[in-house]
């Protein structure tokens, strides 16, 4: 009878079966977490921009200051700005400007998830090199790697409740109310995503404690020791 494909449900029967660190597959899953993270900040960025459907006034980038028209000019060039049918000001979509201002992160995600891997697998590789564990870099990589699968079910569990609650919410026509309303449904899946946190915490724990037992060759209380101090202190993070 052939072993489990994947340490989610048992992790002690499948890292016990690998040969050799099975870095391919875990690295397979990382980037599998880091497309999907992307893609999931993605639409909560467009979400959270189609529901703030409301006007603000800004500046506006065609204008030219006052005191700029009335200096010097030695060069002689048209200045359309200066123009007085250009208002100084100009109403934009609210959601238009969060979506200019934080169209980065889904691109920085797909930079972040592969760096947090690396600080993972090196802080479980040195953590398990206290209890004298065996085996190269690869095997903590691996182990790191496939702790953070569980991830995604907390993505689309919070990520699908967020969305729902967002499409449901009552906005006002006015930013201060559609901020207000904003901050309301946070606060709502707030407790939803932080019990999400502690679950996948306690399901990542349990794979990087049969992993590490079993790839690193130290006892299972010595590799949940150090899982449980390092979930603990990502917890904490995560309250930050």
């Known amino acids: ?16 079966e690998q040969s050799s660190a099975p870095l391919r597959d875990a690295t397979i899953v990382v980037g599998a977490v880091a ?28 204008h030219t200051p006052e005191w700029v028209c009335e200096g010097p000019n030695p060069l002689n060039t048209t200045r359309t700005g200066c123009d007085p049918s250009v ?8 959601g238009a400007l969060l979506l200019e201002e934080y169209s980065w992160l889904p691109w920085a995600t797909l930079v972040v998830v592969p760096l947090l891997w690396l600080v993972q697998g090196v802080v479980l590789h040195v953590g398990s090199a ?3 564990a065996e085996g190269e870099f690869g095997r903590s990589l691996a182990v790191a790697g496939w702790g953070m699968a569980p991830s995604l079910a907390r993505l689309f569990a919070v990520g699908g409740f967020l969305v729902y609650k967002l499409r449901t919410a009552s906005i006002g026509g006015t930013p201060e109310s559609a901020v207000q309303a904003l901050e309301a ?20 724990g349990v794979i990087r404690t049969y992993g590490l037992a079993e790839l690193r060759d130290i ?22």
């Open 1 to 16: 009878m052939a072993g489990p494909r994947t340490p989610l449900l048992h992790p002690q029967e499948y890292f016990a």
């Open 87 to 94: 208002p100084e000001t100009i109403e934009r979509p609210l």
């Open 35 to 62: 497309v999907l993270s992307a893609a999931g900040a993605s639409v909560l960025l467009h979400e959270f921009a189609a529901t703030l459907d409301v006007m603000v006034e800004v500046q506006n980038p065609a």
């Open 130 to 132: 206290m209890f004298d």
């Open 185 to 204: 449904v946070v606060a709502t899946v707030g407790p939803a995503s932080m019990g999400g946190a502690v679950v996948v915490a306690v399901w990542a």
């Open 219 to 240: 006892s299972v209380s010595d590799a949940a020791a150090l899982v449980v101090v390092t979930t603990v202190v990502g917890l904490l993070f995560e309250l930050v």
